[in-house]
């Protein structure tokens, strides 16, 4: 590509994820109907007391893109791909993370239980390169938040007042989110890098060895990474085109659960992907990325989130 070609494509690219990355200043955070769904729950999910038993099916509460935005994303990052030398590998990447745990005596997990987490997730993502280095753990004692950190408005107040740098760090909250939710994130390219909603939220008891089995390895932290890097679930868009916009992950016609080995419920080619992280089976189930989801994650950091590695 001539030097005069690539100057173009790249301040039309600039153009593209400007629109995407920095919108008007009264689209600059997700609308109320993001968190809508988040809020409501899901009826087939039932969540008990932790200390009770625990019956649930995982439920990721990640918000779709706003309307029109999603593609507006997908076609920055085609063109993004113009620039990319062919047969570039993704760079290793050290992830900085901060750790905020809201609690009210429950849920306030240790260091040892957070530096597990942190472990899980490099182990996670070794194959993309990543691994993850805590750099911050804080707390706060505060049982409305603690309950509630999947509304809107406690989500707004609770990353105002403890994000950390989210243009460099990856925020991660541990919490009691209703609904049956085990996790949500803010995938790239909704609001500017540098905004307080960019961050992961965890419910404590997911982390390694809590009390949420089958969900207790710390996998839903990799999912939601996963989600954070720019990623969708395995059955987006079920067994329609262009699924989840990876080439060498299966079509999936809906979430997979326990561990569904042979499963095929589309009829394009190819099992489901059930091992996936970014589907919905058991922790002890899941254990890779394809190679396609790698390379689309280097390339939503690179566009999206350029500064969070070293």
């Not at 720019?230 to 262009?242: D, E, R």
Request: aromatic share 10%; glycine share 10%.
């Amino acid at each position: 590509m001539g030097s005069s070609r690539l100057a173009l494509s790249f301040v039309c690219l600039v153009c593209v994820a400007a629109s995407v990355v920095a919108p008007a200043a009264a689209r600059e955070v997700p609308t109320a109907d993001w968190f809508r769904e988040i809020e409501r729950g899901v009826p087939d999910v039932l969540v008990n007391d932790v200390g009770g038993g625990v019956t649930m099916m995982r439920r990721c509460a990640t918000p779709s893109y706003p309307a029109g935005r999603g593609q507006a994303v997908e076609e920055a990052l085609a063109l993004w791909r113009e620039l990319v030398p062919p047969g570039a590998e993704a760079r290793p990447r050290v992830i900085p993370v901060a750790f905020h745990v809201v609690h009210k005596g429950q849920g306030n997990v240790t260091d040892d239980e957070i530096m597990a987490q942190v472990d899980e997730l490099s182990r996670g993502f070794r194959k993309f390169g990543a691994t993850f280095e805590v750099v911050q753990i804080d707390r706060k004692r505060k049982g409305s938040w603690y309950k509630k950190c999947q509304k809107q408005g406690v989500f707004n107040k609770m990353t105002r007042k403890l994000a950390v740098d989210p243009t460099e760090t990856l925020n991660i909250y541990t919490c009691r989110p209703g609904g049956g939710i085990l996790g949500f994130a803010i995938p790239p390219g909704v609001i500017p890098p540098d905004h307080p909603w960019n961050a992961v939220v965890l419910h404590w008891g997911t982390l390694p060895d809590g009390p949420l089995f089958p969900y207790d390895e710390g996998d839903t932290a990799v999912h939601e990474v996963g989600h954070y890097f720019g990623l969708y679930h395995t059955f987006q868009n079920g067994c329609t085109a262009p699924g989840d916009e990876v080439n060498d992950t299966p079509f999936e016609a809906s979430p997979a659960f326990g561990c569904q080995i042979g499963r095929d419920t589309c009829p394009q080619g190819g099992k489901d992907p059930v091992r996936n992280y970014m589907d919905y089976s058991d922790d002890a189930c899941l254990e890779t990325f394809s190679k396609g989801q790698r390379k689309r994650m280097d390339e939503m950091l690179d566009l999206f989130r350029p500064n969070l590695s070293n």
